[in-house]
């Protein structure tokens, strides 16, 4: 139960942390009056397909490590019942 809790801790503290750097960008961009509409709206469009492209890396790399233990899980079991009909063979 701990782990679930520290999980949802580790994520409340990420998505704060985004929140703020997407709050500090805004204000960055609404306060740069030197900068072009379309510069600022380049950069904005950029920062979100940089947060789309690391959310999918991040779901890419959990669904590889879920498939890895599901396969190692599956030999486990297959392994630990070969043991134990060999060991019947022999009784």
């Not at 509409?37 to 669904?63: C, E, H, P, Q």
């Amino acid at each position: 139960m701990t782990d679930r809790n520290d999980n949802a801790l580790i994520v409340l503290l990420n998505m704060a942390g985004v929140a703020i750097a997407y709050g500090m960008l805004g204000v960055s961009l609404w306060l740069s009056t030197e900068v072009p509409l379309a510069t600022k709206g380049f950069w904005g469009m950029g920062i979100l397909l940089l947060t789309l492209s690391l959310i999918n890396v991040v779901k890419y790399r959990f669904d590889a490590r879920s498939s890895e233990d599901r396969i190692r899980k599956i030999e486990e079991a297959r392994n630990e019942k070969m043991l134990e009909e060999a060991l019947r063979e022999d009784v």
